[in-house]
């Protein structure tokens, strides 16, 4: 590769790749397992040897992983970081090493490393206009832009980019379209099925009158909505659910009435990462950051049963 060793102002130029490395955050839900398969099945397609990591939802272990991975000598590194600062330092030990990096899912903090520079690309969804939808969803769903009510929201894990990113896309679109519909409590649940039930009952009990949930992912949405039943609530009719990802359950959950919108983050992500990674080889210049598209999944209008079939 056309990169002095150590310099950090320079981007590396390669034109070959075998060895492709996979730094994952975690495998933990239907979303990763999806996202995972599709990083697979296109690394084979493609005849590339893949070399994996997962860092089960922890920062230290996913920087030892890069770390790793940098060592096993890749010709590109692909990096999903669990959080937006805790890696960037191991993107530019990579880039460092002559290493190039593609970010894919979630971003890092471009303060710390930067797309062009630091690393080839960021591939992924549009995070904020994603919590924006999903506030959309949610106003609808409670009468509209003039009605009154409280509502709760749990996050998912904090400082990653998604959490972030969704968090304020939702609560700006709130504030500024429906402003008399207030966020009386905002909590993590760490993305996860387990947690966020275990934190919508205690939030229950203390806002007993709360009109509305916002879940950061389908996982969370889906404990709440067992934790919201199990207190005596009626997912869909005195209590609306909108979540974001487009899993099976999630999906299902709208069909049956329980949920009122999912959002789709797909994460079917593995074709655009490699077609990206095919125009990077042949030294086209890449944009900061590669859009995956999403839509908006709900009962009435017949969107979630088409997109059933295609749900993960
Ligand atoms: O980074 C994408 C998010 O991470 C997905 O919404 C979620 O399900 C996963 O944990």
């Not at 409670?142 to 749990?154: D, F, M, N, Q």
Request: aromatic share 6%.
């Amino acid at each position: 590769p056309s990169c002095t060793p150590g310099s950090n102002t320079k981007l590396v130029k390669i034109s070959k790749a075998h060895k492709i490395a996979w730094s994952q955050n975690a495998l933990d839900g239907a979303w990763r397992f999806a996202e995972e398969a599709s990083i697979e099945q296109q690394a084979q397609q493609h005849g590339y040897q893949l070399l994996k990591a997962n860092a089960n939802n922890s920062d230290v272990q996913q920087v030892q992983d890069i770390e790793t991975l940098i060592n096993d000598r890749p010709d590109v590194l692909l990096v999903d970081p669990h959080t937006e600062d805790a890696e960037a330092k191991a993107i530019l030990d990579a880039r460092k090493a002559c290493i190039p990096v593609i970010v894919v899912d979630r971003d890092v903090n471009e303060s710390l490393a930067t797309p062009g520079r630091d690393f080839a690309t960021f591939i992924g969804s549009d995070f904020n206009k994603q919590g924006q939808l999903a506030a959309d969803a949610l106003i609808e769903s409670l009468g509209g832009p003039s009605t009154k009510a409280t509502i709760v929201e749990l996050s998912g894990t904090t400082g990653s980019s998604p959490a972030i990113l969704r968090g304020g896309g939702f609560d700006g679109e709130l504030a500024s379209k429906a402003p008399g519909i207030k966020i009386v409590a905002e909590q993590t649940a760490n993305f996860a099925r387990a947690t966020g039930q275990q934190v919508m009952s205690t939030l229950i009990q203390q806002y007993p009158n709360i009109k509305g949930v916002f879940a950061h992912n389908d996982e969370m949405a889906i404990g709440a909505i067992t934790a919201l039943k199990a207190s005596g609530k009626h997912p869909g009719s005195d209590i609306k659910v909108v979540s974001i990802d487009g899993t099976k359950d999630a999906v299902n959950l709208v069909l049956s009435g329980e949920e009122y919108a999912v959002v789709q983050s797909n994460p079917r992500l593995g074709p655009l990462v490699f077609q990206t990674l095919d125009q990077y080889l042949k030294g086209q210049d890449l944009p900061a950051w590669v859009v995956q598209q999403d839509k908006v999944f709900k009962k009435a209008d017949g969107s979630a049963a088409a997109y059933l079939p295609d749900a993960f």
